[in-house]
């Protein structure tokens, strides 16, 4: 059994920072990818940041310059620091590790998929 915790979120004003950190916990192996995803009301879910195991991040254009994903693989812990916070970044942040990762041809597909209970980010105006 696989539990991812997050921690972090909450409310804050337009230009201000928050963080959040998400451990992968229990029986896992092989984590490739963790990252976070965003639901805002009226949207579609969307990525936000992923990091691979390799520490190589990767950025929706609307965060990229502002928010900061990092890992630390020894605990199996992701971070995004998220920075000049904008209302339109309001949303629901999901927090998402695949593991067990395999080729198929060219393209990497995964036999995990973990999902975080989410967490609420308010930025005001």
């Known amino acids: 059994q696989v539990q991812l915790v997050e921690s972090g979120g909450g409310l804050v004003q337009a230009g201000g920072s928050l963080r959040f950190s998400c451990k992968a916990a229990?029986?896992?192996?092989?984590?490739?990818?963790m990252g976070w995803y965003r639901h805002a009301p009226g949207k579609q879910r969307e990525l936000v940041a992923d990091?691979?195991?390799?520490?190589?991040?990767n950025y929706a254009d609307s965060v990229k310059g502002r928010f900061t994903i990092s890992r630390d693989n020894d605990k199996n812990t992701a971070y995004l620091h998220m920075t000049s916070l904008k209302p339109e970044d309001t949303a629901v942040y999901y927090c998402?590790?695949?593991?067990?990762?395999?080729?198929?041809?060219?393209?990497?597909?995964?036999?995990?998929?973990?999902w975080g209970q989410g967490t609420q980010v308010t930025v005001s105006s």
């Open positions: 990091i691979s195991s390799t520490s190589s991040p």
């Open positions: 998402n590790t695949k593991a067990g990762g395999y080729y198929v041809g060219s393209s990497i597909s995964y036999k995990y998929d973990y």
């Open positions: 229990g029986s896992i192996d092989r984590i490739n990818v």
